[in-house]
């Protein structure tokens, strides 16, 4: 009898990712694959403490949608599929939707200003379409979109190498963009 109650036991320890699936959908407004839903559901390696409430999502923010559990602590990230939910954003700006003339005057090249400042705040974010991790972190320097900076999780931790991907966001090299 009890050989037939310890799985129904342990799938409750866990996280149902369904659910979470299912969250972010409704969230965002979209499905699995729909433009702004989830790019893919969520990685089912993932054993997360089961919340004790339901779990909260946020977004999208970034291209992705966050889902916490604040009474247990862990976050993760769900990247969306690009392009955007009916409803979640507005109309596209003139300028974005006009055609580009061939004889337009090229772009200028992107500037190498700036956007992540030694002790600002950032998110590092780890993955790839399919699943992502992230924590927060301090920047040890400047740093411009593209580059490769130091940060660190408080003063006394050893640094760790980041590319900067845009304003408090900067990803760990090696792994396949998202």
Known sequence: MLVGVQPALAQQKF??????????AMTVGANLGEPGGPAAPVDRRLRLAACPATPTVEGPVFGAAMVKCDALGWRIRVPLAAGAAAGASGPLPRTAAAPQSRFARPAA??????????????????????????????????????????????????????QVVEMGVVRIPGFNDF
């Open 15 to 24: 996280e149902n990712l369904d659910r979470i699936d299912s969250l972010v």
């Open 109 to 162: 090249a992107p500037s190498r200003e700036a956007v992540v400042r030694r002790g600002d705040p950032v998110q590092l974010m780890a993955g790839n379409a399919a699943f992502s991790v992230s924590r927060m972190m301090v920047a040890d320097e400047d740093g411009a979109a593209g580059e490769t900076i130091r940060v660190r999780e408080d003063k006394k931790s050893a640094p760790i190498f980041a």
